[in-house]
């Protein structure tokens, strides 16, 4: 609840110091970000989820869905859904020590809802890679009753690791 508020308190945008201080505590917020090496992005939409197993060319993740992330009918947006699997997606592929690849298409089929407070697993496999150019197909389903909620189809690029 005090992390929510700190959002609302970041998201209201003020063009002049108030007196009581919001404004400060909105660049306090965004120090504390920085100081983290995280975007406000990435600590708004993915704070929760835990890594529960990488294999290579595989990723299992646990989500339990915030009400930061849902919609009116407090069911999990399409949009973070999009978001999950862009970002398991792209953290499949990835090499350390280069820049990130680039997602190049993403084709989900919403198939179920989440409703605030379930479980969720989120798989990414990879499909396939040619050349710089991967795929993966992430799933995410709810962790109680094995219902899939979305199935996403991610095609990344990027740069390879030199074979030196």
Not at 29 to 56: A, C, M, Q, W
């Amino acid at each position: 609840m005090i992390m929510e508020k700190k959002i609302l308190d970041y998201l209201q945008l003020s063009d002049e110091v108030e007196e009581d201080g919001r404004e400060a505590q909105r660049l306090e917020l965004e120090e504390e970000f920085s100081r983290e090496g995280r975007s406000f992005y990435e600590v708004l939409s993915l704070r929760g989820i835990r890594v529960n197993r990488v294999d290579p060319g595989f990723i299992s993740c646990s989500f339990k869905v915030p009400l930061r992330l849902t919609d009116r009918d407090r069911n999990l947006a399409n949009g973070a859904i999009v978001n999950l699997v862009d970002e398991v997606g792209g953290a499949l592929v990835q090499i350390q020590g280069l820049p990130p690849c680039v997602s190049v298409d993403m084709s989900i089929a919403f198939l179920s809802t989440a409703k605030l407070g379930e479980e969720l697993e989120v798989t990414s496999r990879l499909l396939g890679e040619r050349g710089r150019y991967k795929g993966t197909l992430v799933v995410v389903r709810n962790k109680r009753t094995g219902e899939v909620i979305a199935e996403g189809r991610h095609s990344l690029f990027g740069r390879q690791a030199s074979k030196l």
